[in-house]
């Protein structure tokens, strides 16, 4: 990604392996994700469920933003045409 800077790399870096865990972590079943919470103390459990309440928030914020800007963007360019 030639002319990208340093941040937006390691952003989109982050954004990929977020992805990739969140995929490995949703393929549990639910079984083993109850055992998981379980085996947890109190605090811990009301931790991950803040951690994932901020963490949902955030990336929605995120999510609404970027299309924002790419609606912004591909509006002030056009319509994309491809050829064959």
């Known amino acids: 990604m030639k002319g990208t800077s340093p941040t937006a790399l390691s952003f989109l870096l982050t954004l ?3 992805a990739a865990w969140l995929v ?3 393929s549990h079943q639910e079984p083993t994700l109850h055992v ?4 947890m103390a109190p605090a811990q459990r009301t931790e991950v469920i803040g951690l994932t309440n901020v963490v949902s928030q955030k ?3 995120l999510s609404r933003e970027f ?5 912004r963007s591909s509006s002030k360019t056009g319509p994309a045409t491809f050829s064959t």
């Open 67 to 71: 299309s924002a800007l790419q609606s």
């Open 16 to 18: 990929r392996q977020l």
């Open 24 to 26: 490995v972590s949703d």
């Open 36 to 39: 998981l919470f379980l085996s």
């Open 59 to 61: 990336l929605g914020h």
